[in-house]
């Protein structure tokens, strides 16, 4: 076969390879006497019978061998410790013994623990029993008022108090203990003897030495004057609120009446209003002013203590209030009479007649007071206080009706609605809030100022609110969605007064510590006029009855009076 043939050639030509050939001639005549034939084509069978070929022999040429590894150094047994003098220096390779004799000699040894690895022990064992501790002692009820913690101890035979402890110090050191006893096991059984011992001593005093339950009311009771007053005031806001309705109604239904034009006409008025006039009004910075009822004669008052009169629009003395002892802080007139009112941080509110003479002073403060406001009928004065309340009292008689908590911080403002049947109060504590006065109620709490509001004033539509505050914003609060409105970015610095046109509202005035006072339209609250003039902080204003005339004072002493009416004398002058 070919295969045959092939491997044939190929031993002879092993063979001949394996004698050793001398000099080049050599070789190259025995590659001559190979023989090389032609190899015939071969033909793959549809099933080819598999052959295993024959394996060349391998050569007999000795091959070197590896070189071995180097060998690891042998481990040594640790020295001995605790003068143990037993030592091992047999290999590992020829210690042959077995594994079992080997553990039964060691088991026989005894090992002996240094002193560092027994303090060390025993402090971990102590940090475990001082955890366990602290998991068993929180577990534990432990009274929090004082008292049963003292009455608790003094029971377990420990005193009650040590010197310097406080009162948490005392309560943890009450835990402490009732740990350790529940760890002892001696807690139950002491608790359940003393618990018995209570039940003894109750059982033995008489039924007639137990205390009564006194029940005492959710509310504090009022007298008989406020209850005639939230009366009266509730027959009277029921009359303004449905005269209050009535004209709201007929303007939105008569054809005649223009509102749009209305107020494009009251907001023109606002931008033309200048400077009338500019009157230094005390020695002292002044820090309120009120105009009455009319419009012809104004109130003011400063940090001397002193309130003074003045006649209108020429701003001429008329008169001078002296009778507060400290700073005066705010003055206003009466909505139905020429009688005026003062508060000043003496504690007190006076009032005066326009001769100067006092009617009647309002004491029960505990501390200074800020501002004061009339309510609508003129039959009662609130006054708001540091003291952390505002207070209603009866104009006619001098009593104290109410004292209103419910600030946590410091009353500066408080306000009457239009109708008479709410007021609202704002302080240092960022909150303003509305009352009802016919209820006593807090009907609403209006949080949005992040700094102490300073003033609060109700529209005349009825559902507008507006306060201003340390935090130089103005926001504006709808009664009906009982949320704000708008706020207004007003000033650069902290708003003192804010205050809403008296007969329609159709326009806002703000006075800041930026020196200026700005005029706002109601209707979408944008600005109308800035009000500049003065040299140091505006700190109160006031509107007349008709909107054509402001009054604003301020720590430079001055009195300014804002007008139209110059500017509509100019335009009559221009139309003839």
């Known amino acids: 076969m070919d295969i045959d043939e092939e491997n044939t050639v190929s031993t002879s030509i092993d063979t001949d390879a394996s004698v050793p050939l001398d000099g080049s001639e050599t070789v190259a005549s025995a590659i001559d006497a190979i023989s090389l034939q032609p190899a015939e084509p071969i033909v793959a069978s549809i099933n080819p019978t598999p052959v295993t070929p024959p394996m060349a022999p391998i ?68 940090a475990v029993q001082e955890l366990l501790m602290k998991r068993r002692a929180a577990a534990l009820a432990v009274p929090t008022n004082d008292n049963a913690v003292r009455s608790r101890l003094r029971r377990l035979g420990e005193p009650i108090t040590l010197f ?37 001593a109750a059982a033995s005093v008489a039924p007639s030495e137990l205390e009564e339950d006194v029940q005492y009311p959710f509310y ?38 223009d509102l749009d034009a209305e107020v494009d006409w009251s907001l023109k008025q606002a931008a033309n209003m200048v400077m009338e006039c ?43 209030l002296k009778g507060h002892t400290e700073r005066a802080t705010d003055v206003a007139f009466s909505p139905t009479s020429n009688h005026v009112a003062t508060a000043s941080a003496d504690k007190t509110a006076r009032l005066w007649n326009l001769e100067g003479s006092v009617l009647r002073t309002f004491e029960g403060h505990l501390d200074r007071l800020a501002r004061i406001s009339f309510h609508p009928s003129g039959r009662y004065l609130g006054t708001a206080s540091f003291d952390k309340t505002w207070r209603l009292w009866d104009v006619e008689t001098g009593e104290e009706l109410l004292l209103q908590e419910g600030h946590s911080r410091s009353i500066y403002g408080v306000s009457f609605h239009h109708d008479g049947s709410l007021a609202a109060s704002c302080g240092l504590d ?147």
Request: net charge neutral; with cysteine; hydrophobic share 30%.
């Open 59 to 126: 050569p007999s040429v000795p091959r070197p061998l590896a070189p071995l590894p180097p060998r690891p150094p042998v481990t040594r047994p640790l020295a001995p410790q605790n003068g143990d003098s037993r030592t091992s220096d047999s290999d590992p390779d020829e210690d042959e013994e077995p594994r079992t004799n080997r553990a039964a000699s060691g088991s026989a040894q005894e090992y002996e623990i240094s002193e560092e690895s027994q303090i060390v022990r025993e402090r971990h064992e102590k």
């Open 164 to 200: 310097g402890e406080r009162e948490m110090e005392r309560r943890d050191r009450l835990r402490a203990l009732m740990a350790k006893l529940d760890a002892e096991g001696n807690f139950e059984r002491l608790m359940k003897a003393q618990e018995e011992e209570e039940e003894a």
């Open 220 to 257: 504090t009771e009022g007298s008989q004057g406020l209850l005639k007053a939230r009366r009266e005031i509730l027959k009277y806001s029921i009359v303004k609120s449905a005269l209050r309705l009535h004209r709201a109604k007929r303007k939105r239904e008569d054809p005649d009446e």
């Open 278 to 320: 500019s009157e230094i009004g005390d020695d002292r910075p002044l820090s309120g002013c009120s105009i009455s009822y009319d419009g012809k004669t104004l109130a003011t008052c400063s940090l001397s203590g002193v309130a003074k009169l003045w006649s209108m629009p020429e701003v001429k003395k008329v008169a001078a």
């Open 430 to 576: 960022a909150l303003a809030r509305v009352w009802d006065l016919r209820s006593g109620k807090s009907i609403l709490a209006l949080e949005g100022h992040v700094k102490p509001v300073l003033g609060v004033s109700f529209s005349p539509n009825g559902y507008h609110l507006a306060t201003g505050g340390e935090d130089n914003t103005c926001r504006i609060w709808d009664l009906r969605k009982r949320k704000s409105l708008y706020i207004i970015p007003a000033h650069s610095n902290l708003i003192s007064q804010v205050k809403f046109e008296p007969q329609e509202g159709y326009f806002l005035v703000t006075a800041s510590y930026d020196m200026t006072a700005k005029i706002w339209s109601s209707r979408d609250f944008k600005p109308v006029k800035t009000l500049s003039g003065h040299e140091s902080k505006v700190t109160s204003l006031d509107i007349v009855g008709d909107g054509q005339d402001i009054v604003t004072v301020s720590h430079d002493r001055t009195i300014k009076i804002w007008s139209s009416r110059k500017a509509e004398k100019e335009n009559a002058m221009e139309v003839d």
